[in-house]
Antibody, heavy 120, light 111 residues
């Protein structure tokens, strides 16, 4: 059974870069479902899609992140990563790594999520 | 403001049925993309409840059902149980975003 697990710092200073890694187990990052992505949820608020990466390395980003976002793959480590630059307090959220069934499809499985707090 | 519109809250007594609506636009539902539903408990990740409008993963009880018509979709929960108290989110794909979009979420309270 495919499982995802986020890891990374829980505290980031404003204006710096948030970096998170998602480790995939129970399956290959280069096989079905092929898509890997990040969704975040500010405290007490709803879900926001951030971006996806296809196993070939093609990326798809939410325009609202205006060039601050980068998602990459490390197939040798069965991991994919998120980098979000120039963070502010508005980037404080629980960050979930997840796997869309296809580019337009449902999202399952999800990691447990990791809270990242941006401090001033 | 979310691209997909859901009521902030719904409630029902144990044993009753409730429906949660999700309204989209011409760039998601109206463009023919499916709707999916998730259940989320506090402190947990979302869990896929319904996929592709009206399909239920094997582990999801039959009390949960989904439907979609035009630019609207609904999640129905029959025979409410206390354990159903959670947040519910709809999701689709949006051509203007070129990615997934979510509703703002609906908090279900079991009275």
């Amino acid at each position: 059974q495919l499982q995802l697990q986020e890891s990374g710092p829980g505290l980031v200073k404003a204006s710096e870069t948030l970096s998170l890694t998602c480790t995939v187990s129970g399956g290959s990052i280069t096989s079905d479902p092929y898509y890997w992505g990040w969704v975040r949820q500010p405290p007490g608020k709803g879900l926001e899609w951030m971006g996806n990466i296809f196993y070939t390395g093609n990326t798809y980003y939410n325009p609202s992140f205006k060039g601050r976002i980068s998602i990459s793959l490390d197939t040798s480590k069965h991991q994919f990563s998120l980098r979000l630059s120039d963070v502010t307090a508005a980037d404080t959220a629980v960050y979930f790594c997840a796997s869309p069934a296809k580019k337009e499809g449902w999202i399952q499985p999800w990691g447990r999520g990791t809270l990242v707090t941006v401090s001033s | 403001q979310s691209v997909l519109t859901q009521p902030p809250s719904v409630s029902g007594a144990p044993g009753q049925s409730v429906t949660i609506s999700c309204t989209g636009t011409s760039s998601n539902f109206g463009a023919g993309f499916d709707v999916h539903w998730y259940q989320q408990f506090p402190g947990s990740a979302p869990r896929l409840l319904i996929y592709s409008n009206d399909n239920r993963p094997l582990v999801v009880p039959r009390r949960f059902s989904g439907s979609r018509s035009g630019t609207s979709a609904s999640l129905a929960i029959a025979g409410l149980q206390a354990e159903d108290e959670a947040h519910y989110y709809c999701q689709s794909y949006d051509t203007s975003l070129s990615g997934p979009v979510f509703g703002g979420g609906t908090k279900l309270t079991v009275l």
